[in-house]
């Protein structure tokens, strides 16, 4: 990390955390953020992902650029791929403030914000209009006061999802009431039949992922595991974040709202790895929760993903951590003398 990047990390951990994340927003926007250049890449780090030919495994997880304001200048910081939104039909502004909390000493973050964002239309502008390069998902929500809520999913797709590399239906924020219900198996296999035909009226076929929750029992993974498998999804990101907060100290850790960060990378982890086992490695899995390190990227791709998701370590390590990561993997790929594919599931069972 440079001396730039850390006072701008200090100071902006003066402030309260969203309009640290406003700012932040914004830096990028002006070009005032020191920027890799473009992805990190090697013959290592090249992967398939659905399809989705990425130059390294490390990816930006939704929900930093929820409205697509800074495509182009994430897709210089190193990535190997990023995804923005979520994005609802309609505009809405979410939850009320304060709604993210920083828990520093345990490396985490709470947040409620409740699919805030500038709509579909807008967002789907932004997407299409991006530089060439680096691939980049599109992240679908539904609307909190929606009195059909799978309709919403399908509504975003139709909308913008033409210009995207990926889709990615998030039936598992814990801010929006009832949202996760979706993840039962009758609701989820609905669901994605309707995400699906209006992905099949595209012009072209954009790979459709599905993003779960860490809080779901081993017999609600093995349900979602044979939908996905019957639906032919392309992908699953696991996970969102949790409600639980177990082992969590300090004046914040009572917020209402998904805990994300390093808390989480156990039971994300696990819940990757058993994902895997129950898929049989048939479908790629992109692994989320708790990443801060090359160690942790490495158990994640033992315990089944294909590839990885960062955002909120950043907030404690900056938007350097993605290319640090990626040249760390590569690095210890080439010392195990290691391909990804070989890496990818190695160590699934150590979760069981």
């Known amino acids: 990390m440079s001396m730039i990047e850390k006072l701008g990390l200090a100071a902006l951990h003066r402030l309260d955390p969203e309009r640290a994340h406003d700012l932040s927003i914004k830096a990028l926007q002006r070009g005032l953020v020191p920027l890799e250049g ?16 990425l130059p390294n495994p490390i990816g930006l997880a939704a929900g930093y650029d929820k409205n697509g304001l800074v495509i182009a200048p994430l897709m210089r ?49 932004r997407l299409a209009d991006r530089p060439a390069g680096v691939p ?9 006061d929606s009195a059909d809520r799978a309709e919403d999913f399908a509504q975003v797709l139709r909308i913008a999802g033409h210009s995207a590399d990926f889709v990615t239906v998030n039936v598992s924020s814990p801010n929006t009431e009832k949202l996760r219900d979706l993840q039962g198996a009758d609701a989820l296999a609905a669901l994605l039949d309707r995400v699906l035909a209006a992905r099949d ?52 850790a009572g917020q209402a709202g998904g805990l994300s960060g390093r808390p989480l990378f ?10 895997h086992r129950q898929t ?25 993903a294909s590839a990885v998701q960062i955002y909120s370590a950043m907030i404690y390590q900056g938007l350097s951590l993605a290319p640090r990561l990626a040249r760390g993997l590569d690095a210890r790929l080439q010392d195990q003398g290691m391909t990804l594919a070989e890496l990818t599931g190695s160590g699934a069972a150590d979760w069981s």
């Open 77 to 125: 910081s190193g990535f190997g791929f990023i995804e923005i939104g979520a994005a609802t039909p309609r505009p809405q502004p979410g939850n009320p403030r304060p709604r993210l909390f920083r828990l520093t000493g345990q490396q985490a973050i709470i947040n409620r914000f409740g699919f805030n964002n500038q709509g579909a239309d807008a967002i789907g502008r």
């Open 266 to 275: 156990m039971r994300s982890t696990r819940v990757l790895a058993l994902l």
């Open 136 to 144: 980049v998902g599109l992240n679908l929500g539904a609307n909190k």
């Open 38 to 53: 473009g992805a990190v890449t090697s013959d290592r780090l090249r992967v398939d992902l659905a399809g989705i030919s």
């Open 280 to 304: 049989r490695g048939a479908v790629p899995l992109i692994g989320v929760g708790g990443i801060g390190s090359v160690d942790d990227v490495w158990e994640k791709l033992r315990a089944g």
């Open 201 to 252: 009226g595209l012009a072209r076929r954009v790979p459709v992922f599905v993003k779960i929750a860490p809080d779901l029992s081993d017999a609600e993974i093995a349900d979602l595991a044979a939908v996905v498998l019957n639906a032919r999804i392309d992908g699953v990101i696991a996970t969102n974040t949790t409600l639980s907060r177990d082992g969590i100290l300090g004046p914040h």
